[in-house]
């Protein structure tokens, strides 16, 4: 497979994945579509927005003229889908968004890469899915019963459903990755890493939700690409593949690990009125990519907060920029223009 439709590519993990992919695989053509919403950031591609193998179009996942043109012109054989509405505090506030981009969207892809007989369906899901662990011991496995429990997870599962029926009815060569909570570059200051450590170079409290003692498994965001590029090369048709990095950590901890490496007082910290719904734990058993496809993260979660508290101190002006939508009108107008 050769010529990619990645959807998403300006978001926090389509640019790290789309990174990897021109850097290590020069035989690989990268079609990136992407609606640049808030969360995406065409800032981040600077670089690869002239490499030869790349090709940035802005549009949406559920314009099926658009999505039809690309996969003729381009001669696209195979989709990974990254593109999402991603945040669940806003999926509380305003889930319509998620349907429609999240469920519709997918479900338009998958439409289309039947029409055109593409080769292979990607949908990058996540743990959220299962929703909540309650016992300490327990782990999300491939074959946990879903049970969403946000509107966010809710949508997302409807989209593994659609992918699922995708496969079982057309034929379509599908897989499904489920990953944990990410960390690493490039991730929209929305998110509680990113959040927390703009807060702490700004001097300003850390909001942690409820008692935070939630606990959440986190993964280097450069291991999830590495592991979704392993399913999508060598994943069994119809599989689905969790991915983790065995890193639990309640929310307290996260936050107090970022206030150490930079040196703050744990006053900082301010708990505050919790998520409603807000799901307890998630624990990744990655059992079976790490067994069947041989990946594992390459670096532990000492390493990679490390690494990633250094990138968001290298480069502030994108953070600057990003909080305040500063490059949002060059970008806008150049594709606009289009
Ligand atoms: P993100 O919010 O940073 O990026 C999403 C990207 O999708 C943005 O660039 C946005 O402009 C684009 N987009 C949104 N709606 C679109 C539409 N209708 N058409 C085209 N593009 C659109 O999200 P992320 O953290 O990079 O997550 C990427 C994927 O990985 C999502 O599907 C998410 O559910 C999944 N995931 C994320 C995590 C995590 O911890 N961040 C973990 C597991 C799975
Ligand atoms: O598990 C994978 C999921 O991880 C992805 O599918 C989602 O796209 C991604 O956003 C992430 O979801 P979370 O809700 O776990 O991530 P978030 O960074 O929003 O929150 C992490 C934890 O921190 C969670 O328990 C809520 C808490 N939190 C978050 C924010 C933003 C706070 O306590 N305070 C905050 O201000």
New binding site residues.
């Given amino acids: 497979m050769k010529n990619i439709l990645v ?2 590519g ?5 640019v790290n994945f789309i990174k990897m992919i021109l850097e290590k695989e020069p035989g690989i053509r990268i079609i990136n ?5 808030y ?2 950031n065409l800032e981040s591609l600077k670089q690869e927005l002239d490499n030869p193998n790349h090709f940035f179009i802005q ?4 314009d099926t003229e658009l999505i039809e043109k690309i996969i003729q012109e381009y001669s696209v054989d195979s989709i990974i889908n ?5 945040h669940v505090d806003r999926s509380i506030s305003d889930p319509d968004i998620f349907v429609k ?1 999240n469920v519709l ?1 997918t479900l338009n892809l998958l439409r289309n890469a039947v029409k055109y007989n593409v080769k292979r369906f990607l949908q ?3 743990d959220e899915v299962y929703g909540s662990l309650e016992d300490s011991e327990e782990l999300f496995t491939e074959i946990t019963t879903i049970k969403p429990n946000s509107p966010y997870s809710a949508s ?1 599962a409807s989209a593994d459903h659609f992918v699922r029926a995708y496969q079982h009815t057309f034929g379509l060569d599908t897989v499904i990755t489920r ?4 960390y690493g570059p490039y991730q ?1 200051p929305e ?1 509680m890493i990113p959040l927390c450590i703009n807060n702490i170079l700004n001097d300003k409290s850390l909001p942690v939700y409820g008692d935070g003692l939630q606990i959440r498994d986190w993964l280097y965001v450069k291991d999830h690409c590495s592991a979704i590029w392993k399913v999508f090369k060598n994943g069994v048709s119809g599989g689905i593949y969790n991915i983790g990095g065995c890193n639990e950590k309640t929310n307290l901890e996260l936050v107090k690990t970022l206030l150490k490496i930079l040196d703050k007082p744990e006053s900082l910290i301010t708990f505050v009125k919790d998520r409603p719904g807000h799901d307890r734990r998630y624990a990744i058993d990655a059992y079976k990519i790490m067994n069947t496809l041989d990946w594992r993260p390459s670096v532990t979660f000492e390493q990679g907060i490390k690494k990633t508290v250094e990138w968001y101190l290298c480069n502030k002006k994108w953070l600057e920029d990003v909080t305040s939508g500063a490059y949002r009108n060059y970008y806008k107008e150049m594709y606009d223009g289009r």
């Fill in positions: 959807t998403g300006a978001g926090f993990i389509g579509l992407d609606l640049l919403t969360a995406g549009g949406n996942i559920g990254f593109a999402a509405e991603s981009t969207g990058v899901s996540t997302k990953c944990s909570n990410n929209f998110k």
